[in-house]
């Protein structure tokens, strides 16, 4: 019979502003964000795709709306393309599908022209450097222990592209915006490395809002020390053989927002201490498989399940899954133990399955392994 999978728990070498958002929430996380095998048990967000293809379109600066609609449409293409071979990722394989798809796209087409025409219209005195401006490019500092590649920088600000700001609405909007100003604050003390500081940082939308703040240098090297610090910190717990649980912050911000609730002891460890369980905005939960029910048309099928903490208490519940989207539990052991996350929560209290619900049995899933220092 072969092992489980292993997910590794590697030392990094550096750190950046996206991994210190990670790291200041949850060690576990950031170690757990640079570990290819953890990747494979990530369902990825199409909204971050829709950041990406809006990022490459405000660096390409087209000049008219049709060239800027062929570089929306030939990215998202690639962006499926390694959708398609990721097992998880596979079921957003129609952008159509996408919540806002088509909004994001005519807004972000709108902005990139937009930009361009404003480039035109207001140029830089004589041509900059091309160490003072740039586009994704490389940037180090603090001795190369911080790293990052900015969406936008020239000498008067620092720009984060993003297809659009959370809900305020969510508990988590203001840390998640929170956290994008202070990967700004590191993007500003790496385009200082360069020489000078700019003046601003900026997060702009597709929809053309735009969210901007005065460079604090003080508060931005005090951030970037403190980037440097936990990376040094977290390499530390990991050299002295400190498992998941010492490098886990279990906690309903951080446990909230991460991507690797499936794979993490920490997380339900946490949850099943909860006297309820924790109330999340995407509903996570445990269970036990009592009954399988597989369906007639090969796709959709039905598992019945006893689940723990608040989601169980009206008893044994069913729920509806697609082989095509959620995998094949079919053929799993009566008794085996099943993980629910991104769940949605029906009027009577019990779960139900969407298409960004991920369901699975804890005997496929991996086990995190530490890799020692060389």
């Known amino acids: 019979m072969a092992g489980k999978p292993k997910v590794l728990m590697r030392p990094a070498a550096r750190t950046s502003p996206t991994l210190w958002s990670h790291m200041r929430l949850c060690a576990l996380?950031?170690?757990l964000s640079t570990s290819r095998e953890a990747d494979d048990w990530v369902l990825h967000s199409p909204r971050a795709w829709l950041g990406t293809a809006f990022h490459r379109l405000m660096a390409a600066f087209p000049s008219d709306s049709a060239k800027a609609?062929?570089?929306w449409d030939r990215t998202i293409s690639q962006l499926l393309v390694s959708a398609s071979a990721h097992?998880?990722?596979a079921r957003f394989a129609s952008p159509e599908r996408w919540p806002g798809y088509y909004l994001v796209r005519q807004r972000a087409i709108a902005s990139a022209v937009r930009g361009e025409q404003s480039s035109k219209a207001h140029p830089w005195p004589g041509k900059?450097?091309?160490?003072l401006h740039g586009a994704e490019k490389l940037l180090t500092a603090r001795d190369g222990r911080l790293a990052g590649r900015p969406d936008h920088f020239d000498q008067h600000a620092v720009t984060e592209y993003k297809s659009a700001l959370p809900d305020p609405e969510w508990r988590e909007a203001a840390s998640i915006l929170e956290g994008y100003w202070r990967q700004l604050r590191l993007y500003a003390v790496l385009v200082a490395e360069m020489g000078r500081w700019p003046a601003v940082i900026r997060i702009a939308t597709a929809s053309g809002q735009m969210l901007e703040q005065n460079v604090d240098r003080p508060h931005c090297e005090a951030e970037a020390d403190l980037a440097v610090a936990g990376l040094h910190a977290t390499n530390q717990t990991l050299g002295r053989g400190g498992d998941s649980t010492e490098l886990a912050s279990?906690?309903?911000?951080a446990c909230g927002q991460c991507q690797y609730q499936a794979i993490c002891p920490a997380f339900w460890s946490w949850c099943r201490a909860a006297a309820c369980w924790?109330?999340?905005r995407e509903p996570a939960s445990r269970g036990t498989l009592e009954a399988v029910d597989p369906g007639i048309d090969g796709d959709i099928y039905a598992v019945i399940l006893r689940l723990e903490g608040r989601y169980g208490e009206s008893g044994a519940?069913?729920?509806a899954l697609r082989r095509s989207v959620h995998g094949d539990l079919t053929g799993c052991a009566i008794g085996t133990q099943i993980r629910i996350i991104h769940a949605?929560?029906?009027p009577d209290g019990r779960l139900r399955a969407d298409i960004a619900t991920c369901v699975y049995s804890e005997d496929d899933l991996p086990e995190l392994e530490r890799v020692d220092f060389v």
Do not use: K, W
Request: glycine fraction near 4%.
């Open 29 to 31: 996380r950031a170690v």
């Open 69 to 71: 609609a062929d570089i």
């Open 87 to 89: 097992r998880l990722d």
């Open 128 to 131: 900059l450097p091309s160490s």
């Open 250 to 253: 279990p906690g309903e911000i």
């Open 278 to 280: 924790p109330l999340l």
């Open 317 to 319: 519940q069913s729920l």
């Open 344 to 346: 949605n929560v029906r």
